[in-house]
Every structure is written in C-alpha cells, then in structure tokens.
C-alpha cells in the first residue's frame, strides 16, 4: 500500500467518525437562518438603527400583510392588494410573453444565419446597452398610455437577456451534429427542428430565467415613475406619505412574486429539457 | 460504387491537405485507411460524406456525382454523436423519420442486434461510451445507407470493448453487403477489419501504398495471431516507419 493510499484511508476513517456525530436536519438549519434574519429585522427596528425605528416590526407587517389579503384597501380610500397585484402582472405577463415570441425566432435567425447576423443584429446592438428604466420617460410618450409604456418598458428588459442567450446558444452547436443530422438525409427544416431548437432550449431557458428577474425590476421602476395602480406605484406612494407598513408589504408581494414567477421558469425549464436530469439531480 | 476519386484540396492558406488521390473502391468492399495524424486521412472521409467540397477533382458513386451529404453515405464519427436530446430510440429512428417513415419495431431490432436491447428510451448520456457507439452504429443501419463511413470509431474505447465492436462491425458487414470506408490509426484493426488497407502519407495527403489482405472471411480476432497476419502487419508498418522517418528528415 503506497503512502497516498494509507493516507486517504485514514482521512476517509476520520470522515466517517465526523459523519457518525448526529447533525441537525436540513430544515432545521435553513429555518434557523430565516429565524436569525426575522430577529435582525425585529432588533434593528426596536433599537432604532439609523431611521429604522420608523418602519414596521416583522409582527406589524405580518398583520399589515393579513389585513390586505383579506382585502383592505391600500393607504386612504385607496384600490385593494389585489387590484394593484392584477395591474401589475397584467403587464409584467404581457411584456414577457412579447419578449419570449420575439427574442426566441429572432436569437436562432441571429444566430444561425450570417445574413440576419450581418444585417440585423447590428441595430439591436445599438439598443442593447440602453438600461431599461432609461426608456420610461421615452415610453410613456410615445405609447401615450402607461399601460403600453411600462408593457414596452418590460418588454425592452426582457427581450435582450433572452435574445442574447439564445443566440449564444446556437453560436455553441458543434458542427458535428449538423453533420450527423445531414448524413441520416436531414432537410435544413429537420437541422432546425432536430438540432437548432433542441439545443438551444437550454439557453432560452437561461436567458428567460434573467429576463423574468428584470421584468421585474423593470415594471417596479416604471410604475414608480408613471403612477397609477400597480405594486410599485403603491409602494412608492406609501413610502411620499411614510405608510412604512404598506412599503413593506409591497416588498414582501413583489418579492414573493418574483420568487413564484422564477420558479415556473425553472420548473417549465426542467419540464422541457429531460435530457439534462441527471446533472440538475 | 464504382469511379474515380480525385482531390486536390489546397484551403485558404494552401496548406494541401490531400493531393491527387486516385481511389476507386468497389461495391462491398470494406476498405480501411491507415497513416499518421494530419495525413489527410478524416480530410479525404469528410470530402466522400459531402462535408467539405473538393478544390479539384470529383468524386463518383455509381457514375453520380457526390454533391452533399445524403443518407446513401452514413457517417460514424470519432467521438459519438448521437443527439443527447433524443432518446436512443428517436435517435436511432431519425432517419427514417426525416424521410419517409419509421417503420414500428425496427428500431428494437437494432438494438437488439447491437446487444444492447432495453436501451431504448434512455438518453445518450445515461449509456457506456461502448454502448453509445453501438447505439450510434444501429442508427446508421436503420437508414440502411450503401456506404458506411468510418472515422475512427472505436478510438475512444477501452481495448476489451474496442476487439468486441470490431467483431460485431465484421458480422454486420458480412450479413448486408455494404461499402464500408474505415478510418484508424491501429494498423492491426486496419488490416483485422478490411479486404484492402490504403496507407496515407503526410502533407500532402497521398496515398502511398496499397496493401491487399487476403485472410480468409469471417474472422475473428484469433486471425490477429496467425503468421500471415503477422507478415501484412510487419509489410504495413514498414511502410508506415519509413514515411515517417522520410517526413522527419524532409522537415531537417
């Protein structure tokens, strides 16, 4: 027996010993770590770190958030959480699925063919750098409508994240593959449909993951700025009249969403790409 | 497949990969192609599949001109390349289905007579590299094609997996009569497999020498022990040895 191997003998010994000493479950670890950052939060707001002592313990806010699901109106004579939860995923709905049809044919045209990368990417990477915000003032005029300014505002936040992706994702097709698919008689069809697609989905599934996230962002900024019913005017026109309580309660919503709406991403994702479920497992 | 096989291919830089070959090889022969990397050799296979487009010369099956790839020539390459989000199955069914139609059960058949039934609804990444191999040939024999194409395939197996594929590639071979073009490095898998063993010399691709190998069919791998198959592999490496001594001092 070599040195090397007396050597991972004896770590792999002591290894076992370690792993013998019972460990708290998985659930317990991962609740204390929220119970740690709840009693951060109620500490911060009691001691009055700074001007937290004017927003709410996580207590007040947990009965702010009850009384609003329940249907309470939202600051003085104002809509319900849920009137302004529609208004906002109305548009955060519609700008994606706008970005999804559009950033997916145009990435795989983009990528796939020299033509469309030659003489059309060249004016999307002319918009590309813009952040999205930059484009509320500019939206809101033109589309003479908040609604259709914060859906273009979106949709301009989440077309390049998966445009972009996926054409990456074409860019990495080994060629042999082509090859394969063309030497079993394959049209140029049957490439995309067995080849360009597939492998791209991947991709589109990154991409769309990114793009879900500033959507988000993206109708939250937008909604600041343009007013009107939606979770980020609320949140903000609470914050103009130090309804702290509502400020937080719109936090937590559009947290909460974001984390559903990313993880229908993922699961649709997983859904669509079997092949890969050995590595995600 | 008969006619004359005649490639220049100086690319963009007029590095002449292969130079003036002349080959003509008949219906049903299993031909095998032996040289030293960067000969030319997976150069010459991708201008026969239609990969690549010759810068001089044509190239003849059956008197037709090979303009692309087409399902009459299919391809097995060095590392395997079924498509990992197909099933094996769907793989293996793919050819068909972009023409004109799977036929229910032939795809089992195949897997079947590769041995390795059951597979069939796994995906590529869940088989053996050994088993992928086969599940890559069995793709190829759905689309029945006239001319396999061979580029190294069992390079990448362990040694047991790689005598056992050689076998089977033999059997199929003789069961169906078709064309086989065959790619390696081994001079004894080259000469184990083939009626005919085309040496390649380097830059520029020509070949060099031809050498006919007259075992008696079927093999198996005890031929490999034999005193003649010792001879044809001694008068092969000779070959191979003296070219690359020759392209050794040619680059002094």
Known sequence: ?281 | MQGLTKIYDPDGEHVTAIEDIDLTIEAGEFVSLVGPSGCGKSTLLECIAGFIEPSHGQMYIDGGRIDGPGADRGVVFQENRLLPWKTIRENIDLGPKMRDGVEDGRAEELLSKMGIEGTGSQYPTELSGGMQQRAEIARLLANDPEIMLMDEPFSALDALTKEIMQELLLDIWEEDNRTVVFITHDVEEAIFLADRVLIMTAGPGEIKETIDVDLERPRDLDVTTTPHFNELRKEALGHIVEEAREAMEGGQ
């Open chain 1, 1 to 281: 027996m070599s040195i090397v191997d007396s050597v991972e003998n004896q770590i792999s010994t002591a290894r076992s010993s370690v792993d013998a000493i019972p460990s708290p479950p998985r659930w317990a670890l991962k609740g204390s770590s929220v119970v740690l950052f709840i009693a951060i939060w109620w500490a911060l707001v009691k001691i009055g770190f700074l001007g937290f002592d004017l927003l709410r313990t996580p207590l007040e806010t947990a009965g702010a958030l009850s009384g609003f699901i329940s249907g309470e109106s939202m600051g003085q004579g104002g809509e319900s959480l849920y009137v302004h939860g529609y208004h906002t995923l109305i548009r955060v709905l519609l700008g994606l699925s706008l970005a999804i049809t559009t950033a997916i044919p145009l990435g795989l045209a983009c990528g796939w063919s020299d033509w469309w990368r030659s003489y059309v990417y060249p004016a999307f990477e002319l918009l590309r750098p813009i952040p999205p915000v930059a484009w509320v003032p500019i939206a809101l005029i033109a589309f003479a409508s908040e609604f259709l300014g914060i859906v273009w505002v979106v949709f301009i936040g989440a077309f390049f994240p998966i445009f972009v992706n996926t054409m990456e994702g074409v860019a990495q097709i080994e060629p042999e593959y082509v090859r394969a698919v063309r030497s079993l008689g394959g049209s140029k069809l049957d490439l995309y449909r067995h080849v360009v697609i597939p492998h791209t989905i991947p991709s589109m599934i990154t991409g769309t993951t990114v793009g879900v996230g500033i959507a988000w962002i993206a109708v939250v900024a937008a909604e600041m700025l343009s007013g009107g019913p939606g979770l980020g005017y609320i949140t903000f026109q609470a914050y103009r009249l130090m309804d702290t309580g509502v400020v937080i309660v719109g936090i937590v919503v559009l947290g909460t969403l974001g984390a559903v709406s990313s993880s229908i991403v993922m699961r649709t994702g997983d859904h669509l790409t079997p092949w890969t479920d050995e590595v995600t497992e």
